[in-house]
């Protein structure tokens, strides 16, 4: 389990979320948020393991908590010294999502571009290709382990030109256990278009693809991506691929008062 990414304190934490996924896949309230250790129901995995996360990383990722707790988390959190930073939810259900973004596929790619294959070896070439197109994008990347699959169910998808350069990306996995009401709800995100190629719809189309995926491949229920309430050209393309923003529920992550954002 390896071809981490990023800075020495951002490999930390992916080794630290893969070497825990055993811990996590058996364990109420816990979920794989991979760049961290995470939570989907703070009060069943209970407050005194998130303190010892909080100690030990640093940081600790929240998903989908109903909005109605978010406040009561937050000031949980902030007695502590961390600041919660939070996105907005876009969810779909499989019929919506699937009808959506198979009509973005049926109109193609340009013609210099094509999809290339999944990537395999989590320390090849092809991965770290795209490890740094999605830093180059300002996504921080997962590990290479979690981009292919190795740490559990999981579709990265990608766009080349010609001659294999990669130009788009996108990665959906399953972050949920089975103790979790959203066992089957898959996370969609880390789209990543090169610079030069923007403006194309790459990054509509390679998240399309990635959400087909994960509704063929990983039998996923429903998909969800998060996004910033700032950040509408995102927000746009999510809309485009048939999601629509769930005020009801909120993700986050909780961070030292003083620290910069961990993402976008």
Same mark, same amino acid.
């Given at each position: ?39 989907? &129901? !703070?009060?069943?995995?209970?407050? %005194? /393991? #998130? ?6 990383? @640093? +940081?600790?990722? $929240? ?42 596929l049926s ?13 395999? &070896? !989590?320390?090849?070439?092809?991965? %770290? /290709? #795209? ?6 994008? @300002? +996504?921080?990347? $997962? ?64 998240? %399309? /693809? ?29 809309e485009a ?24």
């Amino acid at each position: 389990m390896t071809g981490y990414f990023g800075t020495p304190i951002q490999q930390r934490l992916q080794a630290q979320a893969e070497a825990s996924a055993e811990f996590i896949n058996v364990t109420a309230g816990a979920c794989q948020t991979g760049r961290t250790m995470g939570c989907d &129901d !703070p009060e069943r995995l209970g407050w %005194a /393991r #998130i303190a010892e996360f909080l100690d030990r990383d @640093g +940081v600790c990722g $929240f998903r989908l908590i109903p909005s109605s707790n978010a406040d009561k988390l937050q000031s949980h959190l902030e007695a502590q010294g961390f600041r919660f930073d939070r996105w907005d939810v876009f969810l779909a259900d499989r019929r919506s999502a699937l009808a959506a973004s198979e009509a973005i596929l049926s109109h193609g790619l340009p013609d210099e571009f094509r999809e290339l294959e999944r990537p395999a &070896d !989590p320390q090849g070439r092809d991965m %770290a /290709r #795209i490890q740094t197109l999605m830093n180059d994008a @300002g +996504v921080v990347p $997962f590990s290479g382990s979690m981009l292919t699959g190795g740490v559990g169910p999981a579709s990265t998808m990608t766009i080349g030109e010609k001659d294999g350069t990669v130009v788009a990306a996108a990665h959906g996995y399953l972050p949920h256990n089975s103790f979790s009401p959203y066992h089957q709800y898959a996370w969609g995100g880390l789209v990543a278009v090169a610079e030069a190629q923007r403006g194309k719809g790459l990054g509509s189309y390679v998240n %399309a /693809r990635m959400i087909v995926s994960v509704f063929r491949d990983l039998n996923a229920t429903h998909v969800y991506e998060l996004i910033s309430p700032t950040n509408l050209p995102s927000r746009r393309m999510m809309e485009a691929c048939g999601l629509r923003h769930e005020s009801e529920l909120v993700c986050g992550i909780a961070t030292p008062r003083q620290s910069p954002r961990l993402t976008r």
